[in-house]
């Protein structure tokens, strides 16, 4: 029983962690989803040990470790392609806007100065309003 | 401004660092009085690039970090389609591309979709060698193929586009390394724009350091073979454009 504990408790904080950054909204569901699928399997694995060893020999894996290792590797390599995915659909994204923000920045700076170059009309346009307000209200 | 011919044409001039050299090309292409409107991207440049070209007259458009030519590219393409340009050229703001041959890479447009200057063309005495050379053979070769024209300079960013092209350069974004220039013309081929070429004389920089140093031929060469392999794999674009009004 005692070499069983220490890998169940590792793996309970891990699933405890992962759930709690999910709650504070620091973890998106879409990545935490796998990690707590990869939780889980520690949890169920750290809790029959001798599940392992009965799936390895189903299997033909002479050495039981060796299916944990095999199954490590490929979910490793499943999260980092994930990871590459995720990450150029970003930079992607993240293109579109740099060049949309360009784009923007011109078409700003370009009315700001045509605003510049038209012969002060904000208070030759005021003046008439201002003077004319006061009109009404002394009636 | 418009040209003589009301087609509107955008000069893109995709800039990095190069404040030494881009306010006299600037005032070289609007010097010609051809009615260009000439913009300028900033590819985040960390010199006064963008002030220099404000000050020289040209439209600038800022990216707020570095992209690479093919991003500043696709940032003065998707300019040329949302303000309606009817033609685009790129040309460098190194002075290579001598604004003088404009015109005429243009003129290419009348028969096709793309019209690059090119610079081995029995014009002008530009010459590389090495790794390099044989890539621009090699390349030249199999895209010459495929477009069914005999194209001797492929990878010459001074180009031209119409509607046709810039509407394909939006849809398909190239890869990083020569992208811009294989990739993009590999997927175009596909998608059915025309390409043509017109020989052009190739000036010296006029200042500024080289972005290829020689030592770097040898990876050029695999990475072009890299990218026309990925560029051939590629799909078709769908291109958005009315037909016939071009």
């Not at chain 1, 999910?22 to 973890?27: D, E, L, T, Y």
């Not at chain 1, 370009?110 to 201002?130: C, G, H, N, V």
């Not at chain 2, 500024?208 to 031929?217: E, F, I, L, R, V």
Request: with cysteine.
């Amino acid at each position: 029983m005692g070499n069983t504990l220490a890998p169940f408790i590792f793996a309970l904080v891990m699933v405890a962690i992962v759930l709690e950054l999910v709650r504070r909204k620091v973890f998106r569901e879409k990545y935490a989803a796998l990690w707590l699928v990869i939780g889980a399997s520690a949890l169920v694995l750290a809790g029959w040990p001798d599940l392992l060893a009965g799936v390895s020999k189903l299997l033909g894996i002479q050495v039981a470790s060796n299916l944990l290792f095999a199954l490590c590797i490929v979910l490793l390599l499943g999260v980092c392609l994930h990871l590459s995915w995720e990450l150029s659909v970003v930079e992607d994204e993240n293109r579109t806007l740099a060049e949309e923000v360009a784009i923007l920045r011109t078409a700003v700076e370009q009315l700001e100065s045509d605003f510049r170059r038209i012969p002060q009309p904000t208070p030759q346009a005021a003046k008439p309003q201002l003077q004319s307000a006061p009109g009404p209200c002394e009636d | 401004m418009l040209s003589p011919e009301t087609r509107r044409v955008l000069v893109i001039m995709p800039a990095w660092n190069e404040g030494e050299t881009v306010g006299d090309t600037v005032d070289e292409v609007i010097n010609l009085n051809e009615g260009y409107d000439v913009l300028v991207v900033d590819d985040g440049s960390k010199d006064a690039t963008a002030a220099v070209a404000a000050a020289a007259g040209a439209t600038v458009l800022r990216l707020p970090f570095n992209m690479g030519v093919g991003g500043a590219m696709r940032a003065g393409f998707k300019y040329a389609d949302r303000y309606n340009y009817d033609a685009v050229i790129q040309v460098d703001a190194d002075g290579q591309h001598d604004p003088r041959e404009i015109a005429s890479v243009l003129e290419g447009l009348t028969t096709a979709d793309i019209s690059i200057g090119a610079r081995f063309a029995s014009k002008g005495d530009y010459k590389v060698s090495g790794p390099r050379h044989w890539a621009m053979v090699f390349l030249a070769a199999v895209i010459s193929r495929l477009a069914r024209t005999k194209l001797t300079d492929v990878t010459s960013g001074f180009r031209a586009g119409n509607k046709r092209a810039i509407a394909q350069y939006l849809d398909h974004y190239p890869a990083e390394y020569l992208g811009d220039t294989i990739d993009s013309l590999v997927v175009a081929i596909k998608s059915g724009c025309k390409v043509t070429q017109i020989p052009v004389a190739m000036r010296p920089r006029q200042g500024g350091t080289p972005s290829h140093n020689p030592a770097k031929s040898a990876i050029y060469l695999l990475r072009s073979v890299f990218a026309l392999l990925f560029a051939l794999t590629r799909s078709r674009s769908k291109i958005a454009v009315q037909e016939g009004i071009a």
